[in-house]
């Protein structure tokens, strides 16, 4: 192989790599906020058939509570972005 | 009941006159879209940065200046609009801004109870709410300037940047999806709560507290205070940027025809507002965390 095709290759391989990477970070970084947010979701609506008059109550603390759940899954978009645009 | 009606029918010829000016710029946009996605996504993550290459502290992005004094002008307007008509039967907007401080005070004083921490506290929660929803909203609601700028490495090496003012494709962009705005706020933040911490507890007192339990976790918790304002500004930054690239895609799939004001209903409004509610709450909740 002449030293062109090596280059073209080695771009080929360097773009699969960000896609499968970027793909495989994004994907399984977010299982975890999903479970995390269900949990959270599934506590709020069991505390709200419970007591429905504490409701707005439930529903803030709900709201901050799944901001911070998504915390992680911020974190993989993060690196997915600087996997895409940065590297 | 006719009054009603007739605010209806205002409401109305505008939210048409809105549509129209809308439509009218999407088609423009869709006319003289880029052919090449790469095109469009390729500048997502490019900022545009003046300043002499290799002094960091001169150097300084113009977008974020410029939204922020947007920012700032927006809101001491607001509050000259409030102050002139102050009064003890409140009107429309005072009610608003009033009730808006009340819900912000009793989160702040249900986790400080002393009155003496509650207040300072409350000032800095209630700015910081205020600045990163308008500049959130801000980014929202209006099709306005949005730059792009590319690298290209000329034939004699050099790295060359060009810099295109694109109108009426983007929204503003917003200060708070820019890293340096959001790291500042949880810095102050955490060094405030750490100030707050030492006056409350006393120097002792607040170096003790990072041996507890026990003694071997010293490490385990200096990391933890250190990780605050990293999670607290990167949850910030990952949601607000994340939402512009998403609206900058989906926009570019459906080709205009949805404007991305309208797709930012969702990324810019409910998220925007609730990622600053999030972040002033966990500003409180850091305080609350040290004082107490």
């Not at chain 1, 504490?54 to 709900?62: A, G, H, K, Q, Y």
């Not at chain 2, 410029?66 to 002008?73: G, R």
């Amino acid at each position: 192989m002449d030293q062109e095709s090596v280059k073209i290759l080695a771009e080929a391989i360097i773009t699969a790599g960000k896609a499968i990477g970027a793909g495989l970070c994004m994907g399984l970084g977010a299982i975890g906020p999903g479970v995390g947010e269900g949990h959270v979701g599934q506590g709020a609506m069991e505390a709200i058939a419970r007591q429905p008059e504490l409701t707005n109550v439930i529903t803030t603390r709900m709201l901050l509570a799944d901001a911070i759940a998504e915390t992680t899954g911020i974190y993989s978009l993060v690196i997915t972005f600087l996997i895409l645009f940065a590297l | 009941m006719s009054k009603n009606t007739k605010i209806a029918k205002k409401v109305k010829v505008q939210f048409l006159i809105f549509l129209a000016i809308y439509i009218t710029v999407g088609l423009i946009n869709a006319r003289y879209l880029p052919k090449d996605p790469r095109e469009v996504i390729g500048n997502v993550a490019n900022r545009w940065i003046v300043g002499p290459e290799g002094v960091w502290y001169l150097r300084i992005n113009p977008a974020t200046v410029v939204m922020s004094f947007v920012v700032i002008a927006i809101l001491i307007w607001f509050a000259r609009l409030v102050y002139k008509e102050f009064s003890l039967i409140p009107t429309r907007k005072q009610a608003f801004a009033e009730s808006l401080m009340e819900f912000v005070y009793d989160i702040v004083q249900s986790s400080i109870p002393d009155e003496k921490y509650a207040r300072p506290t409350f000032v800095i929660a209630m700015t910081l709410f205020l600045y990163i929803a308008v500049s959130n909203l801000i980014s929202g609601f209006i099709p306005g300037i949005s730059v792009e700028v590319s690298k290209v490495i000329n034939e004699s090496g050099q790295v060359v940047r060009h810099v295109k003012f694109v109108l009426f494709n983007d929204t503003f962009p917003a200060p708070t999806s820019d890293l340096n705005t959001n790291l500042t706020y949880a810095v102050m933040v955490f060094l405030i709560s750490q100030y707050f911490g030492i006056k409350a507890k006393g120097i002792k007192a607040w170096l003790k507290g990072f041996l507890e339990p026990i003694p071997i976790m010293l490490p385990m918790n200096i990391i933890g205070e250190l990780a605050k304002p990293v999670s607290h500004s990167l949850r910030l930054f990952g949601n607000i940027t994340g939402g512009g690239i998403l609206v900058l895609a989906l926009s570019y799939f459906v080709k205009y025809m949805f404007l991305p004001p309208f797709l930012w209903a969702y990324f810019g409004i409910f998220s925007g507002l609730i990622q600053a509610f999030v972040f002033s709450t966990l500003a409180i909740a850091y305080i609350a965390s040290q004082v107490s």
